[in-house]
């Protein structure tokens, strides 16, 4: 096991990925285990620091979360971030009661002290604050080394047992200077380093996948999307003809999805097969109208069709996946004790009759680390700057039942909307633009007679990451062209609607 100079604990936090994700942009690596990892485990990574995450539960409550108590005997830095701080508090004798009051959104840090944690930032900068519970009396040894209006201990530190804690949350975007905090945290307390970059996680994935695969072969199923796309390149560059790449059309792509797939990989000069499937996949999903279903079929039926190609071919045995961080987090915490939000087609392994070893290269990183990663194996930027899809595709952006005839309503709203973002630049400034077809129908006029046609919403973020994002905020010269265009050359579509709702609580795919 490689050595991890940063450890978190997850004890449950939505945010918890995003205190790796920080510390990695800051040139350190880390790692996230569960809340209750072998102590042996954690100290096999030969860790500088530990961190204990933010989490939905209450430090004093009967079936709260409590790491292994040799975790604070390690002799390690530790930093406690909210649920985190106030086990810290409760551990060494401290006091955590219920709020008066429950804090949810920004608040001005004032420094208690000049300490190095908060060195070249800045007093009153602002922070986030998500908590019920406060911290009502300091363990003895602890000070107060920072306090906001509302949290008389918004920061506390003991120096002697190298511990350090903060009430709000320094890794989400509102705080202000947070990511400057979590590499003070690394760099002056644990001693770490800034040498951690997608240059240096290409080399250490392709000797992994090098000592993995051997001799065997390798079969990979591609989207054309950035993540698979990415995945193709670092086995291609690792396994060479060794890599069996194949792209399955089930009939949910996007408009020309195919043919762009096909010209993708045909400019790199990498083999790629692709299969018909549509008519299996749109056979299965008839009838189909509840959302979890519908993604399980979806990937129930990838692993057959791949399956059946790979009896073609002699020496597979290996599936390659486009597996990402959040698509883990978001189907089920297999690091700690996060609430599932959804499943995704490619997480949760194999079934028990599929022989392959699972091989995902990108199952620890995140989208935008993806994208870099992708420029480091020198992908086109076109093609890394293309906006998320879902591996279920065109199927969760379909209210209900999925039938062909919806399948052309929806792909031809997409096409209008795509080309007024490129045309006006907003393509490039957004995370993710498509849009859904809800099934609900209204009535309305065209010339002089009455309609009661479908209705096609409009969906587009601002994201850094795909864990949070904000509805994006485009002029409404572009989503009134967007609209009118859509209602004037797609027959069956009467209404357009923009969805205005940030994740959380909703999520950016509507299914």
């Known amino acids: 096991m490689k050595d991890v100079p940063i450890v978190v604990l997850d004890f449950g936090s939505q945010y918890t990925q995003l205190i790796a994700r920080k510390l990695r942009e800051s040139g350190v690596y880390c790692e996230i285990v569960p809340y209750n990892e072998k102590i042996e485990d954690i100290k096999k990574r030969n860790p500088k620091g530990i961190i204990l995450s933010g989490g939905p539960a209450s430090v ?136 951690w970059n997608m240059g240096s996680f290409a080399k250490e994935q392709i000797a992994k996948i090098r000592e993995q695969v051997g001799t065997k072969k390798v079969l990979c199923g591609v989207s054309g999307g950035v993540d698979s796309s990415v995945v193709a390149t670092l086995l291609a560059e690792a396994i060479g003809e060794q890599l069996v790449s194949v792209f399955v059309d089930n009939g949910l792509l996007r408009a020309n999805e195919r043919a762009q797939v096909e010209a993708m990989f045909k400019s790199r000069n990498v083999p790629l097969i692709t299969i018909d499937a549509s008519e299996k996949f749109l056979g299965r999903l008839k009838g189909i109208s509840d959302p979890e279903t519908k993604r399980k079929i979806i990937g129930e039926t990838f692993i057959e069709v791949f399956d059946e190609e790979a009896k073609k071919h002699d020496g597979i045995q290996f599936l390659a996946q486009g597996t990402l961080y959040t698509d883990v987090i978001e189907s089920v915490s297999v690091k700690g004790p996060s609430k599932t939000i959804k499943s995704h087609h490619n997480v949760g392994g194999l079934p028990a009759w599929m022989t392959f070893e699972l091989i995902e290269p990108l199952r620890e990183i995140f989208k935008d680390e993806v994208r870099i990663l992708g420029a480091e194996l020198g992908l086109p930027k076109d093609m890394l700057g293309r906006h998320p899809f879902p591996g279920p595709g065109l199927a969760i952006r379909i209210m209900g039942e999925v039938t062909k005839e919806d399948l052309v309503l929806l792909r031809a709203s997409d096409v209008i909307m795509l080309e007024e973002l490129r045309a006006t630049g907003y393509y490039d400034k957004t995370w993710q633009a498509f849009t859904v077809l809800l099934n609900v129908k209204s009535v309305g006029v065209m ?65």
Request: charged fraction near 20%.
């Open 60 to 195: 004093y409550a009967k079936d709260s979360y409590h790491p292994n108590v040799e975790v604070y005997a390690l002799g390690l830095p530790i930093l406690g971030i909210c649920y985190g701080m106030q086990l810290l508090t409760q551990h060494f004798g401290g006091s955590v009661i219920p709020a008066n009051h429950q804090e949810y959104g920004k608040a001005e840090l004032k420094f208690e002290s000049d300490h190095k944690i908060f060195k070249d930032t800045q007093c009153g900068q602002i922070v986030w604050m998500s908590h019920g519970d406060k911290v009502e009396s300091l363990p003895e040894g602890f000070v107060k080394i920072a306090y906001s209006q509302n949290s008389p201990y918004a920061g506390i530190a003991d120096e002697n047992r190298n511990m350090y804690a903060f009430q709000f949350h320094p890794e989400v975007y509102h705080s202000a200077q947070g990511s400057k905090l979590l590499k003070n945290f690394a760099k002056y307390i644990c001693g770490c380093e800034s040498t």
């Open 447 to 511: 010339g002089d007679n009455r309609t009661y046609d479908n209705t096609i919403c409009v969906r587009i973020v601002d994201a850094t990451d795909g864990m949070t994002a904000t509805f994006a905020h485009i002029p409404h010269v572009i989503l009134e062209n967007i609209s009118r265009r859509i209602i004037n050359e797609v027959a069956g579509i009467n209404r357009v609607v923009y969805d205005i709702s940030s994740k959380p609580p909703a999520t950016i795919e509507w299914e």
